[in-house]
């Protein structure tokens, strides 16, 4: 009986291979041809204005009974007071925690009740208000988002709580060698502009009082500036007529004016950082330039450029870094652009003993990039790469509203969403080799290393000059 399983069995291993094998014989080795690019179907979008000055983009899409809605207000951490860092985000935190009409709890219930979502946050240069609600109770959201914005009271028992949270994050911040390189690496590029801050701090947090929230909040948040968008199932006739009820109101006769901070320093030469964190079986490295705003033409071919440097598991970095050589769990590349200014940054987290190998291999895939004309295969796995995430995003009501709202707020083009994939298509190798060696500068690059000082001081001099804060 046994034998006879075990000769059946093999009768069929047999059939199963030779089908595969007779299968394999008939496949191509040769990849089909891509596909034809599809044109994206854009919303229909419209630019409309409310009584107050305040700009509403409206896009409808009637797919699905939902409405998504983003609101900003140009003002953000680079407005805190140099003695208050933190002030702006306590802010907009502190909008939803209670109005004239709803607490804290009774408000998130309200939304709640709603079926909708409503949270406000601030960024460097923004504050943004989102929402999302089924579009047969927009009307009601509206109301809740007036009562928020408009009428907030901004009550004690709310900050203080607000406040233990935020210490505690301050605690945890000052364990997280990421946090502590990047707090670095901001001081050091932006020196006194206000980019150079990336956190609060205890004292400020203790700082706090209502009437420090609402003297701010009265001072900045005015409809001038600010822009409104609208996605989702509604007309936008019907959306105008309806914020126009709710936020008409929104008037002030303050005038802010237009910033003037202290222009980031230029940079000469290579700069190390080292951060002591005695006993790290890890260094935490970090390292590099000013770059660009986001309104910037080279926004498009830095993009490219990297992708193929750092953007992902098919990157140069990390095929390099942490495939080949092994230095790094993770090591990646990255742009971040803002209002005013804006950072190129390498980094990675790599054993103590390898620190120095896998900061010499970074710099040199840098340098590389900045000096030799990327494959046509290379570039174009980086466009389709790019274009793909792009489109992918405004599969969503949130990915349309987020990517209208950017053009907004940095007064991009009004086809942005159209025009983006024939823009990263257009990026040629020189272009990539160009915005490399004008943004990528490793020669004049701050370095930041947190790790065990004295297991690899000895080993960073060899970068340039070494500063170690206290």
């Known amino acids: 009986m046994k034998n006879s399983l075990l000769m059946n069995l093999a009768g ?31 919303p229909k979008i419209q630019r409309l204005t409310l009584s107050n000055g305040l700009r509403m983009v409206v896009a409808e899409q009637h797919n699905s009974p939902l409405i998504t809605l983003r609101l900003s207000i140009p003002i953000g951490s680079v407005n805190d007071p140099g003695d208050q860092p933190g002030l702006a985000s306590a802010v907009a935190s502190q909008l939803t925690a209670g109005t004239d009409k709803y607490s804290s709890v009774q408000l998130r219930e309200a939304i709640e009740d709603l079926g909708g979502t409503l949270t406000v946050g601030a960024g460097s240069d923004f504050t943004t208000l989102s929402a999302s609600v089924l579009s047969e109770n927009f009307n009601a959201m509206t109301d809740l988002i007036s009562d928020t914005l408009l009428h907030p009271t ?54 706090l009082t209502s009437e420090k929230l609402s003297t701010f909040y009265k001072h900045y948040y005015v409809p001038k500036g600010a822009v409104l968008i609208v996605v989702g199932d509604i007309k936008a006739s019907t959306a105008q007529a309806q914020l126009e009820k709710a936020l008409g109101s929104w008037r002030t006769s303050n005038q802010l004016a237009a910033n003037d901070f202290a222009a980031p320093p230029a940079r000469t030469a290579r700069e190390v950082i080292l951060v002591n964190r005695p006993g790290s079986v890890q260094s935490n490295i970090v390292f590099g330039n000013l770059a660009i705003r986001r309104s910037d033409p080279d926004y498009f071919a830095l993009s490219v450029a ?18 080949k050589q092994g230095f790094a769990y993770d090591v990646s590349s990255s742009a971040t652009p803002r209002a005013q200014a804006g950072e190129y940054t390498l980094s990675a987290q790599t054993r103590t003993d390898v620190t120095a190998p896998a900061l010499k291999e970074m710099l040199k ?70 915005v490399a060696a004008k943004y990528m500068q490793p020669d004049r690059a701050v370095i930041v290393v947190v790790g065990d000082a004295d297991k690899v001081r000895d080993t960073l001099g060899q970068f340039g000059p070494l500063t170690e804060p206290k």
């Open 365 to 434: 895939e840098e340098e590389r990039l900045r000096s030799e004309p990327v494959g046509e295969a290379e570039l174009k796995a980086a466009k389709s790469f790019l274009s793909g995430i792009f489109v992918i995003g405004l599969t969503s009501q949130n990915g349309v509203a987020d990517r209208l709202l950017i053009a907004e707020q940095y007064g991009l083009p009004q086809d942005y969403l159209s025009s983006y994939r024939d823009k990263v298509a257009a990026i040629t190798s020189a272009d990539v080799q160009r």
């Open 306 to 323: 990297n992708v193929i440097l750092g953007g992902g598991s098919s990157s140069r970095l990390f095929n390099n870094v942490r495939e």
């Open 154 to 207: 901004f009550p004690d028992s709310e900050l203080k709580i607000y406040k233990g949270l935020q210490l505690q994050g301050l605690t945890l911040q000052r364990q997280n060698p990421g946090f502590l390189s990047q707090e670095q690496l901001a001081r050091a590029l932006y020196g006194k502009h206000p980019y150079s801050v990336v956190s609060t701090t205890a004292p400020a947090v203790n700082a």
């Open 12 to 42: 069929v291993l047999s059939i199963v291979l030779s089908s595969h094998s007779a299968h394999a014989q008939g496949v191509s080795a040769t990849p089909p041809a891509d596909l034809a690019v599809r044109p994206y179907i854009t």
